[in-house]
């Protein structure tokens, strides 16, 4: 069985908690696997199934991000204290302080966004990078969210928009008229997951990177990422990369189209009838498709 074990690493004047797990029959030359959650601020819990991967004879690495889940908690800090800088910063510390020399780097959602922005400063170790469920530009993804969301029933549609015009979106009705779309976008399992009801929980105990960064959910982006693009900076990737997504995902096509036409070496992979959480919602498939790429990527 795969051995677990936990530790902080100290990161400025905070600290960021880790996940590791290792395999009990490592594969030669097979990488360690370092897995970025996302949110912002949704903690790692519902990744924890990707740890799966150790059997493939590899580490596998989680961990929580400042502000969220067993790391640092800043609740007072300004909003211009979150940034996407930020958790570079803090991901490069944490691969120094393990003593990552090379290494595959897998982002889920705003994972893959902070992924994205670490390839970029073509770090020395990092030898592929898996994109899931993540878009190129925040102005692609609140497109994208506002077709989807001109699907749903129109009573659901209509409860939304009034309570927002309202400023109300804690409100019950509201909250409920967004599970609505959560259901057909994020995640389709029934009953969701105890892995991703924990990143939620403890999301909503402490919203302060999500509010700040994001917004109140998933398709009213109203935070400090509203603006954020990546798209003409994706040329200076040089990492193999790999943009998987759902078919009913929230990040549609148009979002991480940007990916496969500007990063040189991007390929790309849709599991049909999933959405955002393909990795729950068929996750032997997933785990396969991830191990695939990192194993012909390992040397």
Same mark, same amino acid.
């Given at each position: ?122 770090? &020395?170790? *990092? #030898?592929?990078? %898996? =994109? ?13 969210? @506002? !077709? ?74 109203? &935070?400090? *990422? #509203?603006?954020? %693009? =990546? ?13 998987? @997504? !759902? ?53």
């Amino acid at each position: 069985m795969p051995v677990i074990s936990t530790r902080t690493v100290p990161f400025g004047a905070w600290e960021t908690w880790v996940r590791i797990t290792e395999p009990d029959e490592p594969q030669a030359g097979a990488l360690p696997l370092v897995v970025l959650h996302g949110g912002p601020g949704m903690a790692h819990d519902y990744l924890r199934n990707l740890d799966e991967l150790a059997r493939t004879g590899r580490t596998v690495i989680h961990y929580d991000q400042l502000g969220c889940g067993n790391s640092t908690h800043l609740p007072g800090a300004a909003a211009d204290f979150w940034t996407p800088q930020l958790f570079v910063d803090e991901f490069e510390n944490l691969v120094a302080a393990l003593g990552l020399a090379d290494y595959h780097l897998l982002g889920q959602s705003w994972g893959g966004v902070l992924g994205a922005e670490i390839a970029t400063r073509r770090p &020395g170790g *990092l #030898r592929s990078l %898996s =994109i899931c469920n993540s878009p190129a530009s925040m102005g692609l993804w609140s497109e994208g969210a @506002a !077709g989807l969301r001109a699907l749903l029933p129109e009573d659901v549609q209509s409860t939304l928009t009034w309570h927002e015009a309202a400023g109300t979106i804690t409100h019950p009705d509201y909250l409920a008229a967004s599970e609505v779309f959560y259901e057909r976008h994020v995640c389709r399992v029934v009953p969701v997951p105890d892995d991703f009801r924990r990143s939620v929980a403890q999301m909503e105990a402490d919203p302060t990177v999500y509010h700040t960064m994001n917004g109140a959910n998933e398709f009213h982006v109203v &935070g400090t *990422l #509203r603006t954020w %693009s =990546i798209i003409d900076r994706l040329g200076r990737i040089e990492a193999p990369t790999l943009v998987v @997504a !759902g078919e009913f995902d929230e990040a549609t096509p148009a979002t991480w189209q940007p990916y496969l036409e500007h990063i040189p070496d991007a390929t790309s992979h849709v599991f049909a009838g999933a959405s955002h959480c393909a990795h729950l919602e068929q996750p032997e498939t997933f785990r396969s498709v991830i191990a695939a790429f990192l194993a012909w990527h390992d040397s």
